[in-house]
């Protein structure tokens, strides 16, 4: 499964002038909203500090993912290099694996 690639941005909505939310957006399309809250008087979405936060994590996957891997295939390397042919399960082999299940789970692989 393929992802949008990155940079993912976070932009304000001005698409309906009865919206005010922040979207996270990559290729001129948006990828998800922030805003989990809707203010019914004001007929807008209330954007939250948590919702700010939410959004920079969310933007900031693409790259996340890609330091991630690089991450992992160089401590491969390095552990290869400097314990060939040990495949005992230490504090280096776990943190790997977690970096292997981290990927595959964002990658739906």
Known sequence: ?????GPWIIKEDSSDTSTEAEVIEAENRIICWT?????ESRHRAII???DRANGSLISAAPE??????DTKDELIALYER???NDETDNDTTRVIDRAIAAIEIATGG
């Open 82 to 84: 400097l314990h060939p």
């Open 35 to 39: 805003a989990n809250s809707w203010d």
């Open 64 to 69: 996340l993912l890609e330091a991630l891997q």
């Open 48 to 50: 939250t500090d948590e």
């Open 1 to 5: 499964m393929a992802h949008t690639p």
